[in-house]
């Protein structure tokens, strides 16, 4: 089985899937937050619903990226009201996904974050086919939106300067490694990368506007080669 999660900002790290398990990408989580060892909770059946639509998971993916945003610049970057997003961050923070800043703001415009220590999403265990189909699709809504980023860096760099490529060149990689392996192998793989992003990836969190420092997204995948079918290719 495969896992994807997701947590509040800097680290993303999907776990693809086959069609017989998945759980949301993710990040880490900002200084105001922890992370508990091993994987984040489970989202329950009522928040899956409530994040069962496009904008709100565009919303929830923007959130790390962009930092805190209001409804207002939300509707910007989105194309839509100012009173549609804040509609759907109101449905988003009932299920304790977004969350507004502390200490930012007027009652009137309103800051708001992803929720610190993430969560995830598995299409296993569900009792129902409708639940594993909305986890399922959540899942690629999600994998479809990283995969617009990945395609937006490499149209971008046909068109930046020399110096900014000179200052980026060895900063940026894709990398696709072919193996076979084992269940309990592939397990050791994952366990070895969270040892990896604890002690590389995490230290890295809350360094928003730290001279020469840019939002990046780091993708690590582990998951089985099969057809439509489950079987290996």
């Known amino acids: ?25 993710r990040a880490v989580p900002d200084p105001a937050g922890s992370t508990a060892p091993g994987p984040p909770a489970e989202l329950g059946p009522a928040a899956l619903r409530a994040l069962a639509h496009p904008l709100r998971i565009r919303i929830l993916d923007l959130l790390p990226i962009r930092g805190p945003l209001t409804a207002s610049k939300l509707g910007e970057i989105v194309g839509e009201s100012s009173g549609s997003t804040s509609y759907h961050l109101r449905q988003l923070a009932k299920h304790g996904l977004v969350r507004e800043v502390e200490g930012k703001g007027t009652a009137r415009e309103r800051w708001w974050e992803r929720t610190p220590g993430g969560f995830s999403i598995s299409s296993a265990g569900k009792d ?7 986890a399922e699709a959540v899942n690629m809504e999600f994998l479809r939106l990283r995969n617009e980023r990945v395609m937006a860096f ?24 072919n193996k076979w392996a084992t269940p309990a192998q592939t397990k050791a793989v994952i366990e070895a990368w969270e040892r ?19 939002p990046f997204e780091v993708h690590f995948d582990v998951f089985p080669t099969v057809d439509p079918h489950g079987n290996p290719l």
């Open 1 to 25: 089985m495969a896992t994807a999660r997701k947590d509040s900002s800097g680290r993303q790290a999907d776990r693809g899937t086959p069609s017989t398990a998945s759980r949301t990408p």
């Open 196 to 214: 990896f992003a604890a002690e590389h990836l995490d230290p890295l969190t809350g360094q928003e506007g730290e001279p020469g420092a840019v």
């Open 128 to 134: 129902s086919p409708a639940g594993r189909q909305t």
């Open 154 to 177: 490499v149209r971008t760099g046909q068109a930046v300067d020399e110096e900014t490529l000179k200052t980026w060149q060895g900063a940026a990689t894709f990398v696709t490694t």
